[in-house]
């Protein structure tokens, strides 16, 4: 391999790895700030595509300029390690610049202006990048066959970002470390592209190489600004201990005797609250007569824990996921606390909280007296498993005769305004679709209980009579408090509204409540979104298939009737490609997080699978020896449907079936990979026969379209699809618009007899 060949493959793949590991990070960090949910998480990956599109459109107009020359590409690179390091410190100075406080929600419209502007300078360069590789390097005269070939090993390198990035990086190195490190690697690939071009002054640029190198590591540079960063991002509040782990940020924060604990910028506990510690747990305790063990899932630091520890008979199962919580826990809460935590009533279990409850219900051992979800609203897709008729389900299935299965939600003293209502009734009725018995206790926290005996009642005196009959010494849940939380009038009003409101049953595959909360969110900021989501939840799913079909029909028909069509349809064949293939890795996502449990440990193994699928399907295409033309592009289509319908059929057997996990892994991980494949495969098929129709030098243009495309999917599926459609009927839409493409493609063959029109 010559030299330039070598520093082609190396430039490729070292821009896949770096724009793979700094959209990992840098998602990571935005989650913190903006109290991420699925809406956010849409949000980031609808401006990460669509900038990056937009870069690779600007690549266009540089390519043809004397900047598209070999020894200018380094400029390019350097200005990415230099933009990798000083977007992360940008996004920790997001509060200052936004003006709110730690834990407090911010609105969608600056939401979506900040991260525009935060994400835009990396992202433009990553999409001029991918251009200029295409065109300057001349290892190849044919312009798609080098595309292709940028596409290839891109692909590999973003495979490669994410297997490490996920599985070796993150769990060991925070998130500024990652980006330190990915700096300095830039820095230097853009030092060596320099100097292997450019005549004189080598050991000019290496000496300055070595000086930044040894100014961040040495010198503690980056330890410097990480603390100095990280001081911004909390607004001066007193950070005692900031640790990222695999499944988010967690930071302890200390005012006085105040000890905040928050993980991914959402406030986990507070301590002392005694009045949420007592409320979680106290409540269920005191409505059951002889409860014995507890399965307390999350939220057990910070009192909770405590609370339930009053009542001596009871052993408790206390599920949490970090491990670094409980370590947090124990290093920072008052003795009394830590005293709790290593009870020997207490058994501390290191896994997912949905995955534990599946399988202890797969066992068909009745365990629990007591089951308690302490965790917070279902804000995302995560939390939603925790508050779905499946979950209420497989919960039953653990409950002893006459126990006890209880959560929290939020709500409002004296008035629930119509968002309020609708998301407490869906709730409600999900509930009462598994549980006889439920009552809803009103508050500032409503408090669902749900049995099949008919032991539960919202008698103040008898909730407040059992407490002292096991003993259980109160500050808030007494007879005092109760009086007038519990107050007939109260209970009355919250069961009409809860009635007279038809808030939908929350489904694993059709999450709603999170939809719910991302309405009643928007209405506490007042934001622009709100009339949009009313709008939207009360739309007939219908209209989805009407208006997509309708616009898929109208724009391919256009298309259809000019001269020139092929270019116009493989075009469109890339957006839809990149449309599709997002829909399609989301949904395998979410439906491995709903079956078996926290996703976060696989996203790298999926992610590697997904960009190694891209890579072979770009490989199996340019190593076609036959002239890329419609009658390929058309068989790829058909493979498309293929696997959609494959994936549906198997989503039925995933919810009539009792898979081990390594198999459904397997399953899952199989159909992304195909996914992968058939995308790479269908966008290196029709951008080199746009290539060869056209005969201009745009290699942006087919790669612009792809993340277009993958942009609009990744708004539409967090924030609509998949709550108001749920993942089966967002793939059937996913299959008629492949479909209505399939069509018109195969209609082409008929008006061609070679792809060269």
Known sequence: MNRNKFLFVLACLLLGFASILSQIILFRELLAVFYGNELCLGILLFVWFLWVGLGSKLGNVIAVSKSSLLKHLSFWYFLLAIFSILTIIGIRYSRIVLNVLPGEIIGFVPMLIFTFLILGPLCLILGILFVLNSTVWHLDPKLGKMVT????????????????GSLVLIPHLSNFSVQSWLFMVLFLFSILLWVSFSKGRRMFFFLGAIIVVLA???????????????????????????????????????????????????????????FSSE??????????????????????????????????????????????????????????????????????????????????????VELYDLIVPNLPDPYNAQLNRFYTKEFFGLVKKLL???????????????????????????????LSSEFKSVIVLPGSNNVFLASQGENLTYDWMKISESLKNKNIQTTYINEHFLSNRLSPE??????????????????????????YNAVLWSTQLRSVEKSVFNFLAKLDPLWYFLVGSALSFSFLFLIFRRKKFVSGLSLYAIFVAG?????????????????????????????????????????????????????????????????????LF???????SQLSPRILETILGGMIFFSGFIGGAIFTCANQLYLQIKQEKKAGTGYALDLFGSAFSSILI????????GISSTLWLIFLLNFILWGFLYLSSFRTKTAQL
Do not use: C
């Not at 747990?281 to 910070?302: D, Q, S, T």
């Open 149 to 164: 070939k940028v596409y290839l090993w891109e692909s590999l390198g973003a495979g490669l970002g994410g297997f490490l």
């Open 216 to 274: 961040f590591k040495i010198g503690k540079l980056d330890t410097y600004l990480e603390g100095k960063s990280l001081n911004k991002l909390w607004r001066g509040q007193p950070v005692v201990k900031s640790v990222d782990s695999i499944y988010g940020n967690l930071v302890i924060l200390k005012n006085k005797e105040q000890i905040s604990l928050y993980e991914n910028g959402l406030l986990l506990f507070s301590y002392p609250d005694e």
């Open 279 to 364: 409320e979680a747990v106290l409540f269920a305790v005191a409505e059951h007569p002889e409860p014995k063990r507890l399965l307390l899932i999350g939220g057990g630091a910070g009192g909770t824990l405590t609370q339930a520890l009053k009542y001596k008979d009871l052993k408790i199962d206390y599920v949490e996921l970090d491990p670094k919580i409980i370590e947090l826990g124990e290093n920072f809460l008052p003795d009394p606390e830590v005293g709790s935590l290593k009870n020997e009533r207490v058994t501390i279990i290191h896994k997912d909280g949905r995955l534990f409850v599946r399988q202890k219900a797969d066992e068909g």
């Open 400 to 430: 002893l005769r006459d126990g006890i299965f209880s959560f929290r939600a939020t709500s409002s003293e004296n008035y629930l305004n119509p968002e309020q209502a609708l998301y407490i009734s869906s709730l409600y009725r999900t």
């Open 490 to 515: 109260r209970i009355e009003y919250l069961l009409g509204i809860i009635q007279s409101v038809k808030g939908k049953i929350n489904y694993d595959l059709k999450p709603i409540s999170y939809f």
């Open 579 to 647: 449309f599709s293939s997002i829909i399609f890795e989301i949904s395998i996502i979410l439906i491995y997080q709903v079956f078996y449990g926290y996703v976060y440990s696989k996203i790298g193994l999926f992610l590697t699978l997904f960009m190694l699928g891209l890579f072979t399907g770009a490989l199996y295409i340019d190593g076609k020896k036959v002239i890329t033309g419609v009658k390929n592009l058309t068989w790829l289509q058909s493979l498309q449907l293929v696997l959609i319908l494959l994936f």
């Open 650 to 656: 198997l989503i039925s057997g995933f919810l009539s």
């Open 718 to 725: 967090s924030a609509i699809f998949i709550p108001l459609l």
